[in-house]
């Protein structure tokens, strides 16, 4: 590979998980009902400060999703989808765990802040940008011409273009990097895979919390919108 060709890292899907939530609602931090609780305590929530949760030294308040995924990390993640798609705050509050999830069946769409972070041998090299959302993770991986430029916010845009086993990406006001392809492919493979094992852990998750109907819409409409997909789960 030529020297100018910059070998892919990783490329990583993330949420962003607002410090504030736990503050305004019974959330992100959502486990498991220990037995311990006061009589009239939702089983479902147990709110615990922890801030391992918040993954990322350089921005502690994205959580990268993969297919290890704790308990908690998932309650966070769920917290962001219905935090960024609820209405109204006094709205939220006011909901048990149980009509909360099911906020989430109702809504035109399941997106939330957040989106693809690439990094190469030198370091972070996309990132999302203003207004980009996770659920833009099905244009980085759909079929693509030579060119295409998935959704990473207002600032900086991303273009990418395919020449031979180089992938150009341009971001707006910045000197053109010329990325090795096969590093690319193999890195957003990897992130795929990881996307679609966290699929498998939320599925999980949302059973032992919610009905089989509703675990199953909102995991289902994830893997679809967001183009993560059931396979291999």
């Known amino acids: 590979m030529p020297p100018s060709n910059l070998r892919v890292e990783r490329i990583e899907l993330v949420v962003e998980c607002g410090r504030g939530a736990s503050a305004r609602f019974p959330w992100p931090h959502w486990v498991q009902d220990n037995g311990d609780e006061p009589p009239g305590h939702d089983p479902l929530l ?3 400060a922890d801030a391992s949760v918040f993954v990322g030294e ?3 308040g994205l959580l990268v999703l993969r297919g290890d995924a704790s308990p908690l990390e998932i309650g966070t993640f769920v917290a962001a989808l219905i935090e960024y798609g609820a209405p109204r705050e006094e709205t939220l509050r006011a909901l048990s765990a149980q ?5 989430l069946v109702d809504l035109d ?4 802040a957040g989106g693809v972070r690439l990094y190469s041998e030198r370091g972070l090299e996309v990132a999302p940008g203003c207004c980009a959302g996770a659920e833009s993770f099905s244009e980085w991986i759909a079929p693509r011409d030579e060119s295409w430029s998935p959704w990473c916010g207002h600032d900086p845009g991303a273009y990418f273009t395919v020449r031979d086993d180089v992938i150009d990406v341009q971001l707006e006001r910045e000197v053109l990097r010329a990325l090795d392809r096969a590093s690319f492919e193999a890195a957003l493979a990897t992130c795929a895979r990881e996307a679609r094992a966290f699929c498998g852990m939320l599925r ?3 059973n ?8 199953s819409a909102i995991a289902a409409r994830i893997e679809r919108d967001w183009g993560i997909g059931a396979e291999g789960l």
Do not use: Q
């Open 58 to 60: 350089d921005e502690p």
């Open 46 to 48: 147990h709110v615990r």
């Open 109 to 112: 769409g399941i997106v939330v």
């Open 208 to 215: 032992e919390r919610c009905t089989p109907e509703v675990a």
């Open 204 to 206: 999980r998750w949302l």
């Open 99 to 103: 009509a909360a999830l099911a906020k």
